[in-house]
């Protein structure tokens, strides 16, 4: 197994914390979120670690150097949206977890032994206001994913962590790269790719405790952690 962790882009709602420091490299207790990712990682024996970088990738160099870390640029993080970003690493795309490296971990959740289906790892949120839900059978298996709305009841969201299949990851690889080569890619997200193919697809849904996992997307979003973690 391998894993893949998404740092590429701008952190644009951080600022000013984030106009000399990439999002993932924001410290919380004393650590960078990245750092804390790289770490629950080790812990379950994964050594082959990709970081996608974009937005000042020089800045990861000491932790990539610290970790031994395979470093990807994509240059142009500020055109496309993280289609492009995916299909630069898709060929690490197969028995591999991809999670979102500005997620702030409280829990090491991840497994030490491969998962037999794919997964996306899920949370109970309150405000799921415009995330995205996601809708299982009995067995857990994932057929379709509804964007929340205001007056949704708090459910169980997509929390921007994986796990991708050998073959369900050079199935999304494919299709990325069909998407690609098309030409008209701008605004897609590689999750959209994966969303739109679950019937293809063997996803299942891991429900994690609700406080395992932040995404740090705005100084809010950080201001609300911290104030969690003092709980």
């Not at 591999?96 to 497994?111: E, G, M």
């Amino acid at each position: 197994m391998r894993a893949i962790l998404m740092a590429a882009g701008m952190g644009t709602r951080l600022r000013p914390l984030t106009e000399n420091t990439p999002k993932s490299l924001i410290e919380v207790n004393g650590m960078s979120l990245l750092e804390r990712q790289i770490i629950n990682l080790k812990e379950i024996g994964i050594n082959e670690i990709i970081v996608l970088t974009g937005y000042l990738h020089e800045k990861f160099d000491d932790i990539v150097k610290k970790y031994n870390l395979i470093k990807v640029v994509n240059d142009k993080y500020d055109i496309y949206n993280n289609i492009y970003t995916m299909y630069l690493v898709r060929q690490y795309l197969r028995d591999a977890f991809v999670i979102d490296a500005d997620n702030y971990i409280t829990r090491n959740f991840l497994p030490k032994s491969k998962p037999k289906t794919s997964l996306y790892y899920s949370a109970c949120k309150e405000n799921i206001i415009g995330e995205w839900i996601l809708k299982y059978d009995e067995d857990g298996r994932i057929h379709s994913v509804e964007i929340g709305k205001e007056g949704d009841k708090p459910d169980f969201i997509m929390s921007g962590a994986s796990f991708w299949t050998a073959k369900d990851g050079e199935f999304i690889s494919n299709k990325v790269e069909e998407a690609i080569n098309k030409g008209d890619f701008r605004d897609l997200y590689w999750d959209s790719i994966a969303v739109d193919n679950l019937k293809d697809m063997e996803v299942h849904i891991e429900k994690i405790q609700s406080n395992d996992i932040f995404e740090i997307d705005s100084l809010e979003d950080l201001a609300y952690l911290k104030n969690a973690l003092k709980l």
